[in-house]
Every structure is written in C-alpha cells, then in structure tokens.
C-alpha cells in the first residue's frame, strides 16, 4: 500500500517462515513501503517528463514569434521613418510651391493693372487723335510710350511662362513624392501582413498613409490641370501683346507721315486700346485661376501634414510595440531559464534507480 492506493503485493518465499521475528516482519514492511515508494515515484516521473517537454516546445515557439514579430516591427519602424523623411521634403516642397504661386498672382495683378491702364490710355489717344487734329504730335508720343509698354508687358509674361514651367516641375515633384509615399505605404502594409494578428494595427496605418498618398497625388494633378489652363491663357496673352505690339509698330513712321496718316493712327490705338481691354480680361481669368492653384496647393499641404502626424503616431506606437516585444522576449528568455531547470530537476529524477529504494537500513 501506498498511502490509500494498492500497488501491488508482496510475496516472500522462505522455507521456515515461523522463525520470522517481530523485527524481521518490521524490516519486511519497511521494504515493500519503500518499493511502493519508488513504484509511484515512477508513475509520476513520466507525465513530468511529458509535461516539461511540451512546455520547453511552446517557449521555443513563443521564442521564435516574439523573434519575427520584433523584426517585422524595426522593418516597419524603418520604413515609417523614410516615409516621414519623405513627407517632410514634400511639405518643404509645397510651401516653396505656394510662395510661388503667389508670386504669379502678384505678377498677374500687376498684369491686369498695366493692362487697364494701357487701354485708358489708348482710348484717350484716339479721342484726342479724332477730335484735335493740332494735337496729334501729343498722341504719337504717347503711342510711342505705349509701344514701349507693350513691349514690357510681354516681357512681362514671358517671365510668367517661365514661372509656370518651374511650377509645372514642381508639381511634378509632388507627384514622385506621393508615388514615392504610396510605395512605401504599400511595403509598410506587407511587413505588417507577414507580422500576422500582431501586424494588424500596422496594417491599417499602413492602408490610411496610401490612401492619404493617393489623396496627395489626385490634388497634384488636379493642380496640374490648373496650371496648364493658366499656361494657355499666358499663352492667349502673349499672342495678344504681339498683336498690339504690331498695332503700334509703325508709330515713328505714321509720326513722321503727319496729319495724312491720322486715319491710320485712330485706327491703330482703337486696335492696341481693344488688345490692351483683352489683355485685362484674360489677366482677371488668371487671377481666378492662380487663386484656384492656390486652393489645391494648400490642400495639399494640408494633406502632407495629416500624412506626417500619421507617420509621426505610426512610428510612436511602433516603439511601443517594439518595447513590448523586447519585454514578452525578456519573459520569454526567463521562462526558457525555469524550463531549463525544470528539466535537470527531471533528469537528476529519472537517473535514480528503484533499486536504491530496496536496501535496508
């Protein structure tokens, strides 16, 4: 017996069993205890030995997880960063972009004044051609004057054209940036795919930083529309400025004809007086068209600092998990530490032999 459990019995062959004393009989039931003892020791030992092994498999798989999880979380850490850098360069972009742009609205401000006062002054040079004829030396010198003007303003938009351009390159910038962005997000969601059920939170950061990329790129085109629209319209007033540019090229000529070319000369600033009230017309559509160039560029800017604060809490929470993870390693590390020594105990266990139960005292 041991404690309330049968192991077995006992049987002992002699032949004289009555010589068999009190002591003898004592010494008898001390060694069939201590071979119960061992009996059971042995039953026990086994589910032990089991039960050691299983946990030593689990720590070595919670070992290997932790491992993955924690490469995948300094992979989307390195990444977030560079979509950080990335966003950065295009904040920085698109503010040079909306000082530029409202350099072009000032520009074209500057435009439409011209161009206002340019038609004033030819209307008032050709009433005066056709009502004082005396005066018509007064009206050559201001044609020559508005010549020299014309000739500013389309040095004047030529400069705007060139703006445009660099406007146009900027934009496309923005659009690499986003592309570029766009990219990243999309590796920043397959690290968190491969980091299974604890990549999830990443990959839904990750899916917001694309969908604010591709946000960043529709309002980069949409701009660009905006600025070739702009672009035709420098255009229509360049061909405007040549065409008053040729409505008073011949004004040394038609000052040196007199009074018999007065004809032409009314009809010439009635020509430059109608360019000049075009050129004001389509300046206004500029101004309307740089305001809207303006809009979008601080909507993007506006998109390029949701996407940095996004990446800035992505990469925040990324060091927490990674702090996390280097705890649940720590533990994981220490719980090897406890199998460990749980298996020597089992070993130095099995390595007694039952036998050493069987002597006697």
């Given at each position: 017996?041991f ?9 002992l ?29 042995t039953?026990l030992?086994?589910p032990l ?6 946990v ?6 919670l ?17 977030m960063?560079?979509v ?25 401000e ?44 389309a ?22 940036l ?14 968190a795919?491969?980091?299974?059920a ?29 600025l ?14 040549h ?16 009074l ?6 009314v ?5 430059a ?5 075009r ?8 101004r ?15 998109i390029?600092?949701r996407n ?8 925040t929470?990324a ?23 749980l ?7 099995a ?7 069987h002597?006697?005292?």
């Amino acid at each position: 017996m041991f404690a309330e459990r049968c192991i077995g019995t006992l049987e002992l062959e002699h032949r004289q069993p009555r010589r068999y004393g009190r002591q003898e009989l004592a010494l008898i039931e001390t060694c069939a205890l201590r071979i119960a003892t061992a009996l059971h020791l042995t039953d026990l030992r086994r589910p032990l030995r089991e039960t050691v092994r299983r946990v030593n498999q689990q720590v070595q798989q919670l070992s290997r997880a932790a491992e993955v999880l924690g490469t995948g979380a300094q992979a989307m850490t390195d990444s977030m960063q560079v979509v950080g850098s990335g966003l950065a360069d295009q904040e920085r972009e698109v503010s040079r972009g909306l000082e530029a742009t409202a350099e072009l609205t000032r520009a074209s401000e500057r435009v439409a004044e011209d161009s206002a006062n340019a038609a004033a002054a030819s209307v008032s040079a050709s009433e005066l051609a056709a009502r004082h004829r005396s005066t018509i030396e007064d009206a050559m010198s201001r044609l020559v004057a508005l010549k020299a003007f014309v000739d500013q303003s389309a040095a004047r938009v030529t400069d705007l054209g060139g703006a445009s351009r660099r406007v146009v390159s900027f934009l496309a910038s923005i659009r690499e940036l986003a592309d570029l962005t766009n990219l990243l997000a999309l590796n920043a969601a397959i690290e968190a795919a491969r980091a299974g059920a604890h990549g999830r939170g990443f990959g839904v950061v990750a899916d917001e930083v694309r969908r604010l990329a591709e946000q960043s790129a529709a309002a980069a085109t949409e701009a660009g529309q905006l600025l070739a629209d702009m672009q035709q319209r420098l255009h229509e007033v360049d061909q405007q400025m040549h065409k008053g540019h040729a409505g008073v090229a011949g004004v040394e000529r038609v000052s040196a004809q007199g009074l018999d070319a007065l004809d032409a000369i009314v009809q010439a600033t009635r020509e430059a007086g109608d360019g000049a009230g075009r050129i004001t017309q389509t300046a206004a559509g500029q101004r309307a068209a740089y305001a809207g160039l303006r809009d979008r560029m601080e909507a993007v800017a506006g998109i390029s600092r949701r996407n940095r604060q996004g990446i800035e809490t992505t990469i925040t929470r990324a060091g927490d998990v990674a702090a996390g993870l280097e705890d649940l390693g720590r533990a994981t590390r220490e719980l090897a530490d406890v199998v460990s020594m749980l298996s020597e105990m089992t070993k130095q266990f099995a390595a007694e032999e039952p036998g050493d139960y069987h002597s006697v005292p």
